[in-house]
């Protein structure tokens, strides 16, 4: 369960970053969100760890409900294109978590797996950060660094994953909400969600 | 026992009191909005001061559980909090009075601005105070939050841009700052937050690696929101877009508060990862912060975007001076928090009358003011000088200090090479002093009236206290004040 479950997360997560549909970002980006509130739920013992999954569940239906309420409040007159093509965007993804996984020393650990899967999601994060130019792409890089560190935390039973999750929960609210204030007077000021439209500030 | 009582009423009263008012100004009228804001933001800097003395007075460091720590650097930056947040609430008011746009509407953006103002003050209180790394980091997070609404407030576009840009990148950098702690709380004997106190860390059972690892993604994550380079990208935009109020409180308390919490770090894990590793990199990210900013200093800036690079230089400095360690640098780590936090705000406050006075001034670099305006001159003279490390001021005794504690504990080439960073500094900061007093950029350009009475007495004010702060640094280094921060922290 755990294992299709993290599967499910790694290939939501490199969807997203080739997806170029907002509408199916989200969908992909909820449905990352509820993997990973299922292996909460899964793994929970105790009253903490189930009030944990509790959390993540109630997070991952309030941001679908609030991204889609964003998607649909901003609609794009032209789509907007990310500067990277899809294929490269992936390969890149893929890249870059291969060097993660490798760069940091985890082997010996007892959730090697678990760690392996929120080192790719991080990658696919900073790559969608770093490669989108829709604004709501970037919350969504954003989600998913979220997310994988949750996961992280998810991994192993010596630390209360209450703490963890209930802090990562209200941050990532916090966080959404205001990143969703700005994509929309974002999309107010310059009729489009674009990142590339922000690039007065230079020296 | 009586202790940690005392200092948990005051604690709650400088923390809280900002929370309760942020919510009180919604039902009260609005008419009322300010005064009642400066009232609870004196009792909350009375609170501090109160605070901060009874921690300097104290010998050794108090805890209540594992969630709140009372140590000299804890007092050190509640003060700074605390003088910083009044002094920027004041001059909110000229802000919000020129404001002629923003992300709500009037008769909700003064009661809006002064309650996220407030809630992002409750938070920097409590960055210092917090017992462990947990807590610290979501307070951190929280400051993000509440910031980067700050930075847009006025929904223009270059707002939007700079507050966009450091929402994204410090909430990704603080992201990999939590993937760290949570390979800290892998290897921690003790469940839940308890783990990740300061005293606890140091006992952390993983192996070398693994804690090395932990340890780096944290302070790798903490730099991006501290500034330094390279991972500072958002700083020189937020802080130059920020409301000037808002700017002054970015730069002089927020950055030191995250920084404050890697020194923690640092200190709290180097009995498992060693002392070097911190050290160096903390020298590291000194001297690329040092030389990513000298380059700008040299450069024709708009005043606001001048001070925001100096923020990466002197971000730049305390990481030196902590990489370094010992009593000389130390204690001019406390002397430039100390020196950096009143000529930075000063310099930002100033920056509303500049705005006033000669409009162009938001993109272009000033000048000639020491001769259309003498007080605004001067005070806009004083803030830079004191940025640059002009003698007598603290700035210069804390470069000094900080240099001599680099070469007293061996650190030959980063001292030398950071001395002449330092010096390039200097120089282009003190061309950018003399142009924005002396000459004349603009040809005919009209500057307008406006009233500096407010911002010059600041102005006296503050080198009045910038004098006493350089004396008391020649002082510092051989106190038992620096050795208890040397040799313990919470």
Known sequence: MQGLSQWLMLVCGLSTVAVRRRSLAVGLATCQALALAGIAIYEANTIDESVAAGALVVRAIALAGLLTVLVSRTRETIPVRASVPPSIRSGLAVGLALILIWLIPVANHSNFDTLQVSFGLIAFGMVIIATRRATLFQILGIIFIENAIALAALGHSSYSSLVIELGVTLDLALIAMVASVFHDRIFAEFGTGDVAMLSDLRD | MTYVTNYLTLTSLVVLLPVFLAGAIWVIPASHTRTVVIAGAVVSVVGASWLALKIFESRGVHRTGEWIVFDPLAGILVLIVGALGITSILFSDTYLRGLTSGVVSQPFRTRLFYSVLLVFWAMLYAVPL?????????????????????????????????????????????????????????????????????????????????????????????????????????????????????????????????????????????????????????????????????????????????????????????????????????????????????????????????????????????????????????????????????????????????????????????????????????????????????????????????????????????????????????????????????????
Request: charged share 10%; with cysteine; proline share 6%.
């Open chain 2, 130 to 490: 917090a017992g462990n790394l947990g807590a610290a980091w979501l307070l951190i997070e929280g400051t993000t939050a509440t910031s980067a609404l700050l930075v847009g407030f006025s929904g223009k576009p270059r707002a939007l841009e700079a507050g966009w840009k450091y929402l994204i990148l410090t909430s990704a950098g603080m992201g990999v700052a939590l993937l760290g702690i949570a390979l800290l709380g892998t290897s921690s004997r003790i469940g839940g937050l308890g783990g990740l106190s300061w005293s606890t860390l140091s006992r952390s059972s993983g192996s070398h690696p693994d804690m090395l690892v932990a340890f780096v993604l944290v302070v790798v994550g903490l730099a991006s929101k501290v500034g330094w380079a390279p991972v500072h990208n958002w700083l020189p935009d937020a802080h130059s877009e920020a409301p000037s109020p808002i700017s002054g409180l970015l730069s002089g308390a927020l950055l030191p508060c995250v920084l404050a919490v890697t020194w923690r770090t640092t200190k709290a894990m180097s009995p498992v990862v060693g002392t070097s590793p911190g050290h160096e990199i903390l020298i590291g990210f000194g001297i690329l912060s040092l030389a990513m900013a000298v380059p700008f200093l040299w450069q024709p800036l708009a005043w606001k975007r001048l001070l925001a690079y100096s923020s990466l230089e002197h971000m730049g400095i305390i990481a030196l001076g902590i990489g370094f360690g010992g009593p000389l640098a130390i204690a001019g780590v406390i002397v430039h928090l100390f020196g950096h936090a009143i000529a930075k705000s000063l310099g930002f406050y100033a920056s509303q009358s500049l705005l006033t006075h000669d409009p162009r001034s938001a993109k272009h670099p000033p000048g000639g003011v020491g001769r259309s305006s003498p007080k605004l001159g001067a005070t806009l003279g004083i803030s830079l000088a004191t940025l640059s490390g002009f003698p007598p001021l603290p700035l210069f005794v804390s470069e000094v200090l900080i240099l001599a504690g680099g070469f007293e504990n061996g650190y030959l080439v980063a001292s030398i090479l950071s001395a002449l960073l330092i010096a390039f500094g200097f120089i282009g900061l003190l061309q950018a002093l003399l142009s924005t007093l002396l000459e004349d950029h603009h040809g005919s350009q009209k500057f307008h009236y406006v009233k500096t009475s407010p911002i010059f007495g600041l102005a006296i004010l503050a080198t009045v206290f910038l004098l006493i702060i350089s004396w008391v640094g020649l002082y510092l280094p051989s106190s038992s004040f620096v050795h208890r921060l040397v040799s313990g922290m919470g």
